[in-house]
């Protein structure tokens, strides 16, 4: 028979799934209709990370989780049963795998759940990493170019002005700011080169 497991509640869930194509019947198990103590005493080892999701689950949660480091099982069983306890007590809140991982983090980093998860979390960090150098890398062009353009303003004519300053700053184009390199360089005055800034900010 086919097994259908509902992890939380939900009004419209039936044991039955019907179109134009397909008529299924199978056994719906709801967890959260489940008593958490009555499976805790059955003693079933298999079933205690599904404890959070039961019916006053989030109670017996330290319980079991004792009963799982302190049974005779092989560290590797005892690690994927507390790292599969803390995944699904996140269903119900963030708080449990926290403090699973907190009390148990000795046993439960053997889990081979515990190192995709931390594989994974190592592939983000590393694509994070990539691009915010990225994003880092084209600012501080960025801010190279407009300096540059400050620069030859200030050699050719003088210190510009706040206004003027900012004007540039506002400009984060590169090919603009390239531009206005050059344009900086062959400009008669400081008024020739606002009316070229003028027309590029608008």
Known sequence: MTVLILFRHHTKATNHYHDAEVDYRYKLIKLYEMYAREVLDTGARCLYPFIPLMKDGEGLIDEAERRIYESDESREYKADLLTGMAILGGIVSEEIPVRLMQRRRDIMIESAAYEIIKQEGLKEGIQKGIQEGI??????????????VIEVMEERFGIPDAKLIGQIKSISMRELLRALHKY????????????????VVE
Do not use: P, S, T, Y
């Open 135 to 148: 994003q880092q890398g084209i600012q501080q062009g960025i801010q190279n170019a407009q300096e540059m």
């Open 184 to 199: 900086a360089i062959r400009a008669r005055d400081m008024d020739d080169f606002k009316e070229q800034l003028k027309k």
